[in-house]
């Protein structure tokens, strides 16, 4: 029953990268602000490049 | 008042955009003179504004919402900006600067839709030395990278200001210390805590199920050192304020929650170890891992901030952070904090003056309803000494500086000693009185039960000593509060009542006596105190007038506006002078709406009969040149307030102060009743010397008030209510801000805050019981880790169950919260995107 210890120690691996993952987000500022990328996600870029837009405005 | 900008209803439903509203701004256009490519617009500024955008390929701008812009209602001159570039001014504001490159965080309060996150995101593309921007909505803030060499902050800031985003830098905000990001220690905290709580619960279940005889004890001996592995930095790291909290209230003498929190974490993580390295067992570590987690939870779920709101203002942060002197080489802008007494300054329309001064010359018609509450401009002669905190209205004046700002009459407020005590000090509060009781008792069995075992079987002593500590950790004790409070706190935000924090409800539970300011607070200057003097005007000429006055942002306008209902007609040649009134012309009729001497003198000589019948301090109205008549306007009395008041007075004392005369005494003494105290003419300072005196004699006090003549006294009272128009935009520092529509409401929120605290001390019972239990098993000597992997669990989810259960069910009795809508509970900043941009009052200066 030995290979129970590779197991654990599989799991633990994988617990960790995660852990790390965490404390990365957390230090990039993922979690400082949650409202505005909310928000951005709305905007789609236009198709067109700038200069070309013929939007149309109603 | 600040905040008495009643919204202005800017889109008729019946009228189209396309029939005078600006595409731009959506305000109504009053004369359809700006127009560009077919498309109408109220203003050369909101014209500018959309080319400016279009030149520059950002139009995506008008597609991303009906009428996004923000109206530029003042020119944006370079001159106003100039202070930015002192390197003083600049060090206090920039996040990082070098040579090349600096990086700015400025607040801009006109952010209201995701239009302008985008627009202003999308910010580099209008110049070539702006480079990165960021937003954050719910702060009102943009992060702006730029190249001072290629743009000068001044240049940034007027740019901003030119496309409606004016950044509002305050003194306030220069001197403020940067908050300590608590939030991301809390969230690393809780991570480390949740990852060592699940690993080391994985390999603890063997032993639960009796499966590890499978393994042999090479397993037991592995699990139980790893498990004291993955514990340390959840005891040390995530644990780490409670061993700071302890140590401090050790330190101090005194017992707080966390003394017996830190006395049971010792306790589990020093058995567990005892336990492993003897080959005993696979020690605690599950059970401790799990309290950490719960513990932490628990204290996230108490601290809801709100992002927009700010319970510690004072005036620094409303005074400007820069003034224009005059020397003798003409004006500049300088920074505030360079200003010294004897200096000249000039201050325009709409500007606050920073200092006690005296006026040189110039019409001072000073608007003073952000120190005392009151309406009324005040009008002022050369050589009259200003108040600081006065707002000029109407053309430009010029004073000579008698007192630095520091010690000008309005600063002088928050020097008193009341404003330099904080009251967050949590020593007294029930769990804290609750878990020294709660400390000695555990100790004492602990003792107890360590010494009957000495005697009985000496192996089973210690043991039996640790065993009681470990169950009795108090976990269910820590989490009764946080979770009843943060709930309450989170069911009042659905009201728009918004808490400081969490212990300001036990406070609210013991007040016995209620403070209420009247101006501002009971009454309000709403249309229902409109009144119109003169003959009766025909329905056209009440729409002429409606539509006139709809275009002034000024409060009487507004009012009137409100009060005479649809205005549909289109206006010509609108002009608005500060001070005096607006004049304009409208279906076919020339209409002047202003002060009495202004529309005198625009009309023909009226029979002096006419005018001498009409009460002083109200609205003068002339319609083709001839005096129609005058609109009093007078507060009247916020709706459901004399039920209010009744349903208060059975309970509380009650007081009335008002910084007015006693001319509605009579009014309020029947509403109030004989034994409430009332009174008059009180000064800022009296008022908060009346909540001291109320103190001195043994009273908790509760102070409702609004505007900033009341700031010492609700910092000063035991809860201080500030009553806001429009949450977000102003308040003085206190501890509940509530939204005026709910003040109604006010005696049902005491009521309920007294609920909250019996379900508090009814969650101490029933972590007692729980402890009752554990406490006897564990005496006797017979604690195993299975037992206390499950007692600790159930006893605080129990704990969380009910705390949150009851709160709500409480608030849905009490008609709170009702319970077939039951609304999530959407966070202020997403409740603002769902105002249309028109309405929401951030756009207006």
């Known amino acids: ?58 | 008042m600040l905040q008495d900008v009643p919204q202005l209803q800017t889109t008729p439903p019946s009228v189209p955009r396309a029939a005078g509203q600006c595409f731009h701004c959506g305000e109504l256009c009053p004369d359809n003179c700006f127009i560009l490519e077919s498309r109408p617009f109220c203003c050369l500024g909101c014209q500018t504004v959309f080319s400016i955008l279009r030149e520059n390929g950002l139009e995506q701008f008008y597609q991303l919402q009906t009428t996004p812009g923000i109206r530029v209602r003042a020119a944006a001159t370079a001159a106003k900006w100039a202070y930015l570039d002192d390197p003083t001014v600049q060090e206090k504001l920039f996040d990082f600067a070098n040579a090349t490159q600096a990086k700015v965080t400025l607040h801009l309060p006109p952010i209201h839709c995701v239009a302008c996150v985008w627009l202003l995101e999308n910010l580099f593309k209008l110049h070539p030395g702006i480079g990165k921007s960021q937003v954050n909505f719910s702060r009102r803030e943009a992060a702006i990278t730029f190249a001072p060499d290629r743009i000068k902050f001044s240049e940034l800031a007027a740019l901003l200001a030119s496309i409606g985003y004016e950044p509002q830098l305050t003194l306030g905000e220069t001197e403020k210390a940067v908050l300590s990001p608590w939030r991301k220690k809390a969230w690393l905290q809780i991570g480390l805590a949740a990852f060592g709580f699940g690993n080391i619960m994985l390999m603890s279940l063997p032993f639960y199920f009796g499966l590890d005889s499978f393994n042999g004890a090479w397993f037991k001996a592995v699990a139980g050192w790893l498990s004291l592995a993955m514990a340390l930095p959840v005891v040390i790291y995530s644990a780490g304020d409670f061993w700071r909290a302890a140590w401090f209230g050790l330190r101090q003498r005194t017992v707080t929650l966390e003394v017996p929190i830190a006395l049971g974490l010792a306790a589990i993580y020093g058995s567990s170890i005892i336990e492993v390295a003897g080959h005993r067992g696979p020690g605690y570590c599950d059970s401790l891992t799990g309290l950490i987690f719960f513990l932490l939870c628990g204290r996230l779920f108490q601290k809801k901030t709100y992002d927009r709101l700010t319970f510690d203002r004072d005036y620094k942060d409303f005074f400007p952070l820069s003034v224009m002197r005059k020397t003798a080489a003409g004006e500049e802008s300088i920074a505030i904090s360079q200003l010294k007494t004897g200096e000249r300054i000039v201050l325009r329309n709409g500007e606050l003056l920073p200092a006690d001064a005296r006026l040189v010359s110039g019409d001072a018609c000073m608007d003073y309803s952000f120190v005392t509450g009151e309406a009324e401009p005040l009008l002022y002669e050369t050589g009259a000494h200003l108040f600081a905190g006065g707002r000029q209205v109407g053309g430009a004046i010029e004073v000579e500086t008698v007192k630095p700002v520091a010690q000008s009459y309005l600063a002088t407020l928050w020097n008193n000693e009341a404003f330099r005590k904080t009251r967050d000090n949590d020593l007294d509060s029930l769990t804290n009185r609750y878990s020294r009781r709660f400390t000695k008792m555990v100790v004492g069995v602990a003792l107890l039960a360590g010494a009957f075992w000495l005697l009985a079987d000496s192996a089973k002593s210690l043991k039996a000593f640790t065993s009681v500590l470990i169950v009795a950790c108090p976990c269910a004790l820590a989490l009764a509060a946080p979770l009843t409070y943060g709930t309450v706190q989170r069911l009042l935000a659905r009201l728009k009542i918004f808490l400081r924090n969490a212990l300001v409800i036990e406070r609210m539970a013991g007040v016995d006596t209620i403070v209420l300011d009247k101006t501002g607070t009971l009454t309000t200057p709403d249309a229902r105190g409109v009144q119109f003097h003169g003959a009766d005007l025909t329905a056209a000429e009440r729409e002429c007038i409606s539509s006139l006055a709809r275009h002034s942002t000024h409060p009487n306008s507004v009012r009137i506006a409100k009060s005479l209902g649809a205005a549909s007609q289109l206006v010509g040649g609108f002009k608005e002078t500060p001070g005096c009134g607006v004049q304009g012309e409208v279906a076919g009729k020339q209409v002047l709406l202003g002060s009495a001497n202004w529309v005198e003198e625009g009309t023909r000589p009226s029979p002096a009969s006419v005018l001498q019948t009409l009460p002083a301090g109200s609205v003068f109205v002339a319609i083709n040149g001839e005096m129609r008549g005058s609109f009093t306007l007078e507060n009247s009395l916020r709706p459901e307030v004399e039920k209010l008041i009744v349903s208060l007075g059975n309970r509380y004392e009650l007081a009335l102060l008002s910084g007015d005369n006693e001319r509605e005494a009579g009014r309020f003494r029947k509403i109030f009743g004989d034994r409430a105290t009332m009174r008059f003419n009180q000064s800022p300072a009296d008022k908060l010397n009346f909540i001291r005196e109320l103190q001195h004699r043994g009273r908790r006090v509760m102070m409702v008030g609004d505007g900033l003549n009341d700031a010492g006294a609700l910092k000063q009272a035991d809860v201080g209510v500030a009553v806001v128009e429009q949450v977000g935009i102003f308040s003085p520092a206190s501890d509940v801000i509530l939204d005026s529509a709910e003040l109604p409401r006010l005696a049902r929120v005491l009521e309920f805050s007294r609920s909250a605290a019996r379900v508090v001390r009814a969650g101490f019972a029933i972590s007692a019981i729980y402890n009752l239990v554990g406490v006897s098993i564990a005496a006797a000597g017979l604690l195993q880790p299975m037992v206390c992997a499950i007692l600790m669990p159930i006893s605080s989810a129990s704990v969380v169950f009910f705390s949150c259960g009851t709160t709500t069910w409480t608030a849905r009795r009490m008609g709170l919260i009702s319970k077939q809508q039951a609304p999530l509970p959407v966070p202020v900043e997403v409740q603002n995107l769902l105002v249309p941009p028109n309405l929401n009052l951030a756009k207006q200066p």
Not at chain 1, 12 to 17: D, H, I, N, P, Q
Not at chain 1, 28 to 48: A, F, K, M, W
């Open chain 1, 1 to 58: 029953m030995s290979v129970v210890i590779i197991l654990i120690l599989a799991s633990l691996l994988v617990g960790l990268v995660f852990v790390v993952a965490f404390i990365w987000s957390v230090r990039s500022g993922q979690y400082e602000d949650t409202t505005t990328p909310s928000l951005r996600i709305l905007v789609d870029e236009p198709q067109n490049k700038i200069g070309e837009t013929k939007t149309t405005l109603k």
